[in-house]
Structure formats: structure tokens, C-alpha cells
């Protein structure tokens, strides 16, 4: 499932990017600071601590539910 | 080659136009003509004991912001290519993320992608940047 993601600030999105390319991810760009990522790199993420905001897509419902 | 320095989107500036994004008229039901840039980022250099950096995680983030803004978006792939081959006596490979942005036919693009090519190999100190262009037809 896909997942829009939004960076606050630029280091976590460097972050992440670094991440994702480590990890061999897929995503795409869809505005300023924002990307479009699956839901597995999105659990990634989280696990390493990288600040974002889910603005779109399964977990935001799913943070919806919590 | 050795990295020279960080990548500059302000490079490119000069070359951004709204004309560079595709437009996607619906009102027309003949097919669209598109092109598609591949860009073979030079991430890592192999070396006998491990790797080497050649364009850093902020680079990329960089460059991707530039065609997130100059093309309304952009996919940077899941393959990191593998780039084999002799730099003068030496044998040389290097690892690659893939970016594909889709881009409008016009002179003004393939300018863009000249002078993004020179601002990627001045910052990156590769001797040459790959970008390839295709035709893509949205039917």
C-alpha cells in the first residue's frame, strides 16, 4: 500500500532518502518535502527515528484507528 | 575521481520554465508525446575494501527536490545500478540510484539537462554523468 509522507524539516528528509537508497526502495516525489513511499518504508523510517508526517494513504487510517 | 564539492540546484535556475512540465490536456483525445530522462546518479565508488561516497545522501535529496519543483515530480528507483568499466589503466565501478522524470519536448529541456549534466559532473568530479532520453508516447 502506498503512503504520502511529509518532511518538516530538510534533515529528515535527507535522512530518509539515504535510508530508502540503502534499503533499495522505490518512492516518488510528489511535492516540496513530500514522497510517495510503500508501507513497508514507512515501518523503516519510523524504526530509525526519522521525524515525518503521514498526510495520505493506509497508515494514516490506520493512525486514524489508533 | 575524487568528489569536488556539494550539488548546486541554483545551477539550474536559469533554465527553469513552466514549459518544461508535460502538459496533460484531456480535452485531446490524440496521444501525448513525452520524454523521459533517466539520470544514473553516482552514489558509490567499489573499492577493494568497501566503498567510497561520490554524491551524498543530501546531493540526492537535493537534485530530487530541483525535479520535484522544475517537473512536478519524479521517481528515483528502486535498482541501484551497477556501473562496470576502465577509467585509463584502471578498473572502476560504481553504484548508481536511477531518477526518472518525465519532461515536455522542447529545446529549453534538453538545454535543462545539458546544464544539469555539467553541474552534476563539476560537483561530483565524474569525468561523465549519464542522462538518457527517451520518447514515451501516454496514450
Known amino acids: ?66 | 575521481m575524487t568528489r569536488v564539492r556539494n550539488f548546486r540546484p541554483a545551477a539550474l535556475d536559469s533554465h527553469a520554465s513552466l514549459r518544461l512540465q508535460v502538459s496533460w490536456n484531456t480535452e485531446i483525445f490524440f496521444e501525448t508525446r513525452v520524454w523521459q530522462f533517466l539520470i544514473f546518479l553516482p552514489r558509490w565508488l567499489m573499492t577493494g575494501t568497501g566503498r567510497e561516497r561520490i554524491c551524498t545522501d543530501e546531493d540526492q535529496t537535493n537534485l530530487e527536490e530541483l525535479l520535484q519543483r522544475d517537473f512536478g515530480g519524479y521517481t528515483s528507483s528502486t535498482t541501484d545500478i551497477l556501473g562496470v568499466g576502465h577509467r585509463g589503466a584502471a578498473f572502476e565501478m560504481n553504484i548508481h540510484r536511477q531518477i526518472t522524470v518525465l519532461a515536455s519536448r522542447w529545446r529549453g529541456t534538453k538545454k535543462y539537462f545539458k546544464a544539469l549534466r555539467r553541474e552534476l559532473e563539476e560537483s561530483s568530479g565524474e569525468e561523465t554523468i549519464l542522462i538518457l532520453r527517451q520518447e514515451l508516447v501516454v496514450t
Do not use: C, P, W
Open chain 1, 1 to 66: 500500500m502506498a503512503v504520502i509522507v511529509e518532511f518538516e524539516r530538510h534533515e529528515d528528509h535527507v535522512r530518509a532518502v539515504g535510508r530508502l537508497s540503502e534499503a533499495e526502495e522505490t518512492y516518488h516525489g510528489v511535492d516540496k518535502g513530500t514522497i510517495l513511499v510503500s508501507n513497508t518504508a514507512v515501518q523503516l523510517l519510523r524504526a530509525e527515528g526519522i521525524r515525518f508526517r503521514v498526510i495520505g494513504g493506509e497508515a494514516r487510517r490506520e493512525e486514524e484507528r489508533e
